[in-house]
């Protein structure tokens, strides 16, 4: 959809509408930022993501309901641990605001939004592509704080990261949703195939741009990058890249 037919989506809404709207996907996003901290936390440590209760990694005590509210309690302890009063690290409510400001952003970029409280008014194509920017943009969230702190990219995250890009492409190119281009300028592409190259050309990009930065990483044995900044090209070029 394009800027201006955007605009008077937005405009024809009731202020109303767009605060709930805007406020609900910043509250969920907070809420699963929430998660992806834990997912941060317990990937290091080796510890199960889903199960198990949340504790201090200062104190070891199990944290109850009103230390684990998404960035009111960071807010209201102020920054500290209830029990050993420790500082509670910047990590958490920032990892909590970014994932908030990406819901915002998904739900905005798929008019999610709109329909949020409507469900039958979504479709199929809509639902899922909105869960999955919400999972590329976490996951991405994740490597990043993962390989500020660790200075590794996690293949626990990447490599599911990259599976449903795959999967997300492949369903593309089946049930390819709308594709801008007329006729004309599909037969006028570079290699005269028209339809198929459209949704192989993102494969191919993501290859050669894996190719380039592992023989960097093989020719400087290591030293220049990582074999991770590889497996990250493949997966940003696949992601910026589909159909």
């Not at 509670?88 to 949020?116: C, D, H, M, R, T």
């Not at 990261?161 to 997300?168: M, N, P, Q, S, T």
């Not at 093989?218 to 990250?232: E, P, Q, T, V």
Request: hydrophobic share 55%; net charge positive; proline share 5%.
């Amino acid at each position: 959809m394009g800027l201006t037919a955007r605009t008077q989506l937005v405009a024809a809404a009731l202020p109303a509408d767009i605060v709930m709207i805007l406020l609900s996907s910043f509250v969920f996003g907070l809420i699963f930022g929430s998660f992806l901290n834990v997912v941060i936390y317990r990937l290091k440590n080796g510890r199960n993501m889903i199960f198990g209760r949340s504790f201090c990694p200062q104190c070891r005590t199990q944290l109850k309901w009103p230390d684990l509210i998404p960035l009111l309690s960071f807010v209201f302890l102020r920054g500290r641990c209830r029990y050993c009063r420790k500082k509670i690290s910047w990590q958490y409510p920032i990892v909590e605001i970014l994932s908030g400001l990406i819901w915002v952003l998904v739900a905005y970029k798929s008019n999610f939004q709109f329909s949020i409280f409507n469900f039958q008014s979504i479709s199929n194509f809509q639902f899922l592509n909105f869960v999955y920017y919400i999972f590329i943009f976490s996951s991405l969230l994740v490597v990043a704080v993962y390989d500020f702190k660790w200075k590794i990219i996690p293949d626990k995250i990447i490599y599911p990261a990259i599976a449903v890009a795959l999967v997300y492409n492949i369903f593309n190119i089946i049930t390819p949703p709308n594709l801008p281009l007329s006729g004309e300028e599909l037969g006028s592409l570079p290699d005269k195939g028209g339809m198929g190259w459209v949704f192989i050309w993102p494969f191919l990009v993501a290859i050669i741009a894996f190719l380039f930065f592992f023989l960097i990483f093989y020719f400087s044995n290591g030293k220049a990058l990582g074999l991770g900044d590889a497996k990250m090209a493949f997966l940003f070029v696949l992601f910026l890249c589909h159909p």
